[in-house]
């Protein structure tokens, strides 16, 4: 599901941010990518979504090959995955119901599906009671769970989150980690970017370490 | 200030500017459409005199009466005698020289004549045309000597005219230009306002079209507005000024050339707005800087 080979990636002609970067996970695996701050791992992932080209080196996700993805085709092959940032990146002046709904809305699902499949998906990060709020007035931990609600909503063949416990109490980020685990059972492939090794180890999942950019 | 406030108190001053920059134009219009009427009506060129040899029989002048009332542009013939014109000169003159003697010289010195009235349609350079064919017509008539229409007067008032509409030509395309480019980068910093919104619609799969599909709708509203507020805005302009100033415009019996836009020219005007919206946001819109290889 998510092929990487001799990955590359150098800022500046100087700041080698990963080094021959090799991996390979497989369809329905769940995968923590563990690692201190600024050991690469948000680059990989911007690299997994095609948000950023590498340098050199090969990428092939949901059996897209991004070194050879046109334009045109970046928007279809996001749709096959869900991205939760460390950031959230809510629509600010939309509210919880139409934040998660977005996915949905562009792929051009229609009305009642998405009502339905919205609650459903509010209801697994428990935020179903505040839908109509706007993203300012939800805490940092109910704005992760929007944000893992909208990466979830259209059941993407492939979720990679950044650090999506980052901002949760010990109690939720097990209850993020269950609603990952539940989404990966259904065959989902799930790549978490953590540096929660408490939470890792608890977990028994297959680990994937970076330091430097070098795994 | 929340995000929304932001957000619409941005839509609020793009449209205020536009609609402060479109009605620049739009008055500019109407004030140069009614100057045109205004200096065609001082140019008098509503009249052409049609001079009569002296030997001309009443049944030829009949003749003569007839084919001129049957040309183009022809409104109405007045066949002034011999006598008649002299009455008239004696009555323009009457200040200057008190005793205008020897009647009989002057009945023989002044020719008899048609005075004919001009239908005026178009613009001052076509009813210009129209007078000329009209008075080369004229002047191949036997019964005709001579046709005065003023030709040098109305020939310099032509060329003053064309200065007048290459100097508005030119301020036109100044102001269209200025009010394009004002309106373009107030949409251009619009969208970068909206750049996360972008990120975010880019991150989830929607394509370019599905994107830049809500910044032309967009566009294409606040040009539509800001047209709909400059058009009422310069109306009612032109009322006020129409009502302000009613005495000085019946003294110099222009009340009736004065108008606003005809039903055409409004939804020409309308068309301009929305399209100068549309091209601002579309050029905008594809040249945005796409933070994902898009």
């Known amino acids: 599901m998510i092929e990487i080979s001799h990955l590359y990636k150098t800022y500046n002609q100087k700041f080698h941010a990963l080094k021959n970067i090799s991996l390979e996970i497989n369809s329905g695996e769940f995968v923590f990518l563990t690692g201190p701050s600024g050991a690469g791992k948000s680059t990989i992932f911007k690299m997994i979504s095609g948000y950023e080209a590498p340098t050199s080196g090969n990428i092939k996700v949901a059996n897209y090959n991004l070194g050879k993805l046109s334009n045109k085709d970046i928007p279809f092959f996001r749709r096959k995955l869900g991205v939760v940032f460390q950031d959230f990146k809510l629509l600010l002046d939309k509210n919880v119901f139409d934040n998660v709904s977005l996915p949905l809305l562009v792929q051009g699902y229609p009305d009642n599906f998405i009502k339905r499949r919205v609650h459903e998906v509010l209801d697994t990060v428990g935020l179903l009671h505040k839908k109509e709020q706007l993203p300012e007035c939800l805490s940092g931990g109910e704005q992760q769970r929007v944000a893992i609600a909208r990466a979830i909503v259209h059941q993407p063949g492939v979720i990679i989150a950044d650090e999506p416990t980052g901002n949760l109490d010990p109690d939720m980020s097990h209850h993020i980690i269950d609603v990952f685990e539940k989404v990966c059972a259904q065959g989902t492939t799930v790549f978490i970017a953590t540096h929660d090794l408490e939470m890792v180890k608890k977990r028994n999942k297959r680990v994937i370490a970076i330091k430097d950019g070098a795994i | ?294």
């Open chain 2, 1 to 294: 200030m929340n995000f929304n406030t932001q957000k619409a108190f941005l839509k609020f001053t793009t449209v205020l500017i536009t609609t402060a920059g479109l009605s620049l134009i739009l008055g500019f219009f109407v004030f140069f459409k009614n100057l045109n009427r205004v200096i065609t009506v001082w140019g008098d060129v509503e009249k052409v005199t049609a001079y009569l040899n002296s030997d001309v029989a009443l049944d030829e002048v009949q003749e003569a009466r007839r084919k001129i009332e049957a040309l183009d542009h022809v409104k109405k013939v007045t066949f002034v005698t011999k006598e008649q014109a002299v009455e008239e000169f004696k009555t323009q003159v009457a200040g200057f020289l008190h005793d205008v003697k020897e009647e009989g010289s002057l009945v023989q010195l002044m020719p008899s004549y048609f005075e004919i009235e001009v239908k005026v349609n178009g613009t001052f350079d076509e009813t210009l045309v129209a007078i000329k064919k009209m008075a080369s017509t004229l002047e191949e008539m036997k019964v005709i000597e001579e046709v005065s229409y003023g030709s040098l007067w109305l020939d310099k008032y032509s060329q003053f005219i064309e200065y007048i509409y290459s100097f508005s030509g030119v301020i036109g395309m100044i102001l269209v230009v200025t009010v394009f480019l004002v309106i373009s980068n107030l949409i251009k910093s619009n969208i970068y306002q909206r750049a996360r919104e972008i990120e975010i619609l880019e991150i989830i799969g929607a394509t370019k079209s599905y994107i830049r599909k809500p910044f032309l709708i967009e566009g294409l509203f606040i040009g539509l507005v800001s047209g709909i507020i400059s058009l009422v805005l310069i109306f009612s302009l032109f009322r006020f000024f129409n009502v302000k100033f009613e005495k000085q415009i019946s003294f110099f019996r222009i009340q009736d050339i004065f108008s606003f836009l005809s039903t055409w020219e409004i939804i020409a005007f309308m068309l301009f707005t929305s399209t100068i919206g549309l091209i601002s946001s579309y050029i905008n819109i594809v040249r945005f800087k796409w933070n994902s290889g898009q």
